[in-house]
């Protein structure tokens, strides 16, 4: 049975938004299924033409996640207003912003809260020890390490990584192909990615 650490506090696993959890499955620690599958939606949608919809039982297949999942997964980030939903024919789900524009922690932190490490981390009195402990400054250094990472990777850059890793940009808007041909150019070793 997996183990969760929140740092606001102790929950369960079911899908709480804005609860950042981290979850611990054996000897490892990972983000939820929530933000997993909330991350797969927004590529997807950044792969389409922009102000393409999508139907919700298209993107649970493309997404490989339940409907009834995804339902939680997308009501989020319609609230987090990264995605928008329209109802009726010809409605269904698209992004509310350029995929260029929308980062991988912007998604994270829709789904999970802001992120911390550990508790340390939070702005004012989180933690009595933290003027003083060693350990805090390490805290410090690989969360910010974390932060740019995933601030660094856009939903278009990862859209276009799909089309780098199948070798064509078949699937991909006009624009998104070209962002594809050059991430190519630049990123030459992932042509052998499968």
């Known amino acids: 049975m997996p183990k ?11 899908f709480e938004p804005n609860r950042t959890k981290l979850v611990q499955f054996g000897n490892f620690v990972q983000i939820t299924r929530a933000t997993d599958y909330a991350v797969r939606v927004m590529i997807h949608l950044a792969t389409l033409p922009p102000g393409a919809r999508v139907q919700k039982t298209e993107l649970s297949d493309a997404i490989d996640v339940s409907s009834d999942f995804l339902s939680k997964v997308l009501q989020q980030l319609v609230r987090s207003r990264l995605i ?15 995929a260029a524009s929308v980062s991988l922690l912007q998604v994270v932190e829709a789904m999970e809260g802001p992120l911390r490490l550990n508790q340390c981390l939070a702005d004012g009195p989180s933690c009595q020890r933290k003027s003083w402990c060693p350990a805090h400054q390490v805290w410090a250094k690989a969360q910010a390490a974390l932060v740019n990472v995933l601030n660094s990777a ?11 890793a199948n070798g064509s ?5 006009p624009r998104q192909a070209r962002s594809a041909r050059g991430y190519r150019r630049e990123h030459p070793q992932a042509r052998s990615v499968h």
């Open 4 to 14: 969760v650490t929140d740092i606001a506090s102790a929950r369960d696993l079911d």
């Open 84 to 98: 928008h939903s329209q109802r009726g024919s010809g409605g269904g789900f698209m992004l509310a912003v350029d």
């Open 154 to 164: 856009s939903m278009a850059s990862l859209a276009a990584n799909i089309a780098v």
């Open 169 to 173: 940009e078949y699937d991909l808007h």
